[in-house]
Nanobody, 116 residues
Framework: QLHPVESGGGLAQPGGSLRLSCESSRFTFTNYEVRWYRQAPGKERELVATITRVGGGSINYADSVKGRFTISRDNAKNTVFLQMNNLKPEDTAVYYC????????WGQGTQVTVSS
């Protein structure tokens, strides 16, 4: 696969939680910043969270998710996670991940729907 594989999405109630995973069997994330994005229907893709490469130690979040989402990485598994807590209906979107620089092709993303 020439793109990351996102998983873990689904249907959650407001206030609920989901944990997304971003993996690649072919490309390493270890020496790259990894970013989570989302795209809601009719809207542009927006950056949600970033985690710098190993040793960089910097994490950043969009204001809309600060305090609710946590990005982390497991380098042994070449996987990056996005823990999403206290979900809101406005978090409904397709979530994508990619590395930076040298981004890969975009994957299919994972659908997150927050609804009661």
């Amino acid at each position: 696969q020439l793109h990351p594989v996102e998983s873990g999405g689904g249907l959650a109630q407001p206030g609920g939680s989901l944990r997304l995973s971003c993996e690649s069997s072919r490309f390493t994330f270890t020496n790259y910043e990894v970013r989570w994005y989302r795209q809601a229907p009719g809207k542009e893709r927006e950056l949600v969270a970033t985690i710098t490469r190993v040793g960089g130690g910097s994490i950043n979040y969009a204001d809309s998710v600060k305090g609710r989402f946590t990005i982390s990485r497991d380098n042994a598994k070449n996987t990056v996670f996005l823990q999403m807590n206290n979900l809101k209906p406005e978090d409904t979107a397709v979530y994508y991940c990619n590395r930076f620089p040298e981004p890969l092709n975009w994957g299919q993303g994972t659908q997150v729907t927050v609804s009661s």
